[in-house]
């Protein structure tokens, strides 16, 4: 019995540390819980049970990520993000949907073909496996099976100074297999129903090569002149990190920007194969690089292909331009929190 009486008070200690740590952080949690608990009370009132289910789930989920930081003893900064996110997307998803049903167009789900199924089910193995394979692929460069006697990854050369290492090419071939044992063990009549085709994968593919040969030089010079932007705090990289990745791919801007870290010759933070690295900086870089990617369509290779999907489908999706604009309006105030809860 005393034993279970100690985790209370070890869960309080952990609370108050985490609130003396950063009262910004604990601040802006319990103002969303607060509106959370308001929005849960309101919705009993007006008897809508169903917004009452999702304010208690949005609770449980509050929670869930806080337990993992102090469990783990790390900030989980995209918590934060998703939750806002959330919140502004149920909104506007809620408005169109009451403007749906007011102009008469709520779906009829006694129809064929209007029920949800999941079919294909085994394509989780496969998924899986590429998940698998991009852990491989940042592990296997350290195991000294895959390094020469002075420490270089093993590959075959290429040209000039391009060589494929060995664990990138495991990492290719177990996602190419995948694909194709997916393509092959799927029935085609799903894809068929799902409308799909291979226009938007090639759209997306074209484009994204041709960013990543355009993108070298720009990616040369920073790594090359980087340590003297004058770049030395953690908010700093954190928006210059994400500025770059907003139009180059995230994982060279990543790197860019550690190497930049790296060469500031700190002394406290986390060892790194590229220098010391602060922990807080390295946490700037890694959401810069990730959150920011989300500002416009050429960011990440997902945000352009739903918007080939959606224009293949008839669906009006915004210009390039027109996807800024949104972006600026609701991403960007989300980072400016991001900076002041974690950054400064």
Known sequence: MKKKGKIPGRYHKTLKEQVRENPRLAAVYVILRVLVVLALVAQVFNGNFENVFLCVLTLILFTIPSFIERTI???????LEVIILLFIFYHFDMKAYRKDIAAGLKPDISKPGTEVKIRGGHNLIFIILIVIAVILSGTLPSMPMFQDAAGN??????????????????????????????????????????????????EVAVLFVGIFITMQPALM????????????????????????????????TYLVFLTTAGALGLSQGMVTALGT??????????????????????????????????DENGIRMPSFFGYLIWSFGILVPVFIVDTLVFFL
């Open 73 to 79: 003893r790390i900030d989980i900064p995209d918590t």
């Open 277 to 310: 690295v602060p922990v807080k900086m390295l946490e700037a870089i890694s959401c810069g690089a990730v959150f920011m990617g989300a500002n416009t369509y050429i960011g990440n290779a997902p945000n352009f292909m739903v918007k080939s999907i959606a």
């Open 153 to 202: 990854v093993l590959g075959i050369h290429v040209f000039g100074e391009v060589t494929l290492s060995y664990p990138a090419i495991i990492e290719c071939v177990i996602i190419l297999v995948s694909a194709f044992l997916s393509f092959k063990t799927t029935d085609g009549s799903i894809r068929r129903e799902n409308h799909f085709t291979w226009g938007a994968i090639h």
């Open 221 to 252: 010079i920073l790594k090359a002149n980087g340590a003297e932007l004058g770049i030395k705090e953690p908010f700093e990289m954190f928006w210059a990190t994400g500025l770059l990745s907003s139009f180059l791919d995230n994982t060279p």
